[in-house]
């Protein structure tokens, strides 16, 4: 029996952990589930899931949620605030964390798992590319095993060698990493016509059903960007390792090429329930109540490379990757706000680059080495952001 907290888990990636879990009471207790403002779904929740304890993230949701608790007679104790968040995420009772609150909130609460040694279900990208070698530094000190949930990087690590050391690429055979993305929903939208596209376009990705502002990073392959980042870190890759493909079906997540001429890919349908029971359940194969692949009707698979004026993000993030973390960092937090604003129709969708390229311009690559040091360069280069969306 494993014992779980979710963090994030009213959202996109938490429910479809809540469904996998669900199918295998056996297996998986729910220690903890947390949110943020969607009170009511996370009430929901804890009661179908006989959470010991409800954490909302903003005290400002405690009346609410303990008046929800009441009249959906919870037994869950209701918490709130980052502290709690952190203590949910550490507690000694707990073996696994779902990381899946969404971008730089993540961040504290994440490494709250990893310093306590968790197994930690890593689908927060955001928190690696914040603050890299410290998060797996904080790793390696307390033997928390991170497994990927992102569908490429636990593509990746599914196609890896088993003994595959880190950073060690050319011992283990390997010559590149093939990491896909589909292009989203502008892949073949007419370049001139994208200041015109709308936040409901651009969540509305022809293959996965995510969360608001994963969409957008996937409609402007900040995403890819973003995971490209990732990889670096999770396999010790170097920027020339990767190679990104372009794979409009969402049916292969992601390759590792061999010196010898083999291409190892992870296939699957586009449903991130295959990843999150690949974390919960490893070494070990559970059903994620995913529909198997069908080969009479799967259609063709096509692959290409993306074009870097309809791209100008993903370009940007693998600047930022061979710049070093401040960049990356800064870069994290200028997409965060530059997103939002688009959402709130603030800023058209071409502006997102630009915030980004001008906040990657204004400032010098800086070393970190502290926590610490990341929240300041995240506040930094978000109130920077704030500016340009102000004067825009
Ligand atoms: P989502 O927006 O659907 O859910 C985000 C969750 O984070 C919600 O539970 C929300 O309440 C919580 N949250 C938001 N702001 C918060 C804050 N300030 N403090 C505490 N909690 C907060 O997002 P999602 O699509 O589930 O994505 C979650 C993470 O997983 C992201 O980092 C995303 O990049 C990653 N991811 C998602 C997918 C996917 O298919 N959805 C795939 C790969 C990786
Ligand atoms: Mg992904």
């Known amino acids: 029996m494993q014992t779980v907290t979710i963090l994030g888990a009213t959202g996109s990636i938490g429910q479809s952990t809540l469904d996998v879990i669900a199918r295998h009471p056996d297996l998986y207790r729910v220690f903890a589930i947390t949110g943020h403002r969607q009170v009511e779904r996370l009430v929901q929740q804890a009661k179908a899931c006989h959470a010991r304890f409800l954490v909302v993230a903003s005290d400002a949701d405690y009346e609410q949620a303990i008046s929800l608790a009441r009249e959906y007679e919870l037994s869950s104790e209701v918490l709130s605030g980052k502290r709690a968040l952190e203590d949910v995420a550490s507690a000694p009772e707990v073996d696994s964390v779902m990381a899946a609150i969404v971008g730089a909130a993540g ?3 994440t490494l709250a798992a990893v310093k306590a040694g968790k197994r930690v279900l890593l689908a927060n990208k955001e928190s690696l590319v914040m603050s890299g070698a410290l998060f797996l530094d904080a ?6 095993e991170i497994l990927p949930i992102d569908s490429e990087h636990n593509a990746i690590f599914q196609c ?26 502008f892949r073949e939208r007419e370049l001139s016509t994208f200041a015109e596209i709308t936040p409901e376009q651009a969540c509305a990705h022809p293959n996965w059903d995510m969360g608001r502002k994963i969409s957008v990073d996937s409609a402007t392959m900040m995403n890819k960007g973003l995971e490209f980042i990732e990889a ?6 170097q920027p020339d390792d990767i190679q990104v493909v372009l794979h409009p079906q969402s049916t292969i997540h992601s390759m590792v090429q061999y010196v010898d001429g083999s291409v190892i890919a992870q296939m699957g349908n586009p449903d991130m329930r295959t990843p999150i029971a690949y974390g919960l359940g490893y070494p070990n194969r559970i059903d994620a109540g995913v529909a198997p692949l069908d080969f009479a009707t799967l259609s063709d698979l096509s692959f290409s490379t993306p074009d870097t004026h309809r791209f100008p993000n993903l370009y940007l993030a693998i600047e ?6 401040a960049a990356t960092t800064r870069l994290n937090a200028a997409n965060e706000i530059a997103v939002q604003a688009f959402l709130d129709n603030r800023i058209s969708f071409n502006q997102i680059a630009q ?10 690559p800086t070393a970190v080495s502290s926590i610490q040091q990341v929240l300041e360069l995240d506040k930094q280069a978000r109130l920077a952001a704030i500016a340009m969306v102000e004067e825009s």
């Open 107 to 109: 961040l504290e609460p």
């Open 139 to 144: 790793a390696r000190q307390s033997k928390a």
């Open 160 to 185: 890896l060698p088993a003994d595959f050391n880190y950073g060690e690429l050319s011992a283990s055979g390997i010559s590149k990493i093939l990491l896909t993305g589909s292009g989203g929903p």
């Open 232 to 237: 670096c870190w999770l396999f010790g890759l």
């Open 320 to 325: 930022a990757c061979r710049s070093g973390q």
């Open 355 to 364: 915030i980004n390229e001008e906040i990657l311009n204004r400032f010098e």
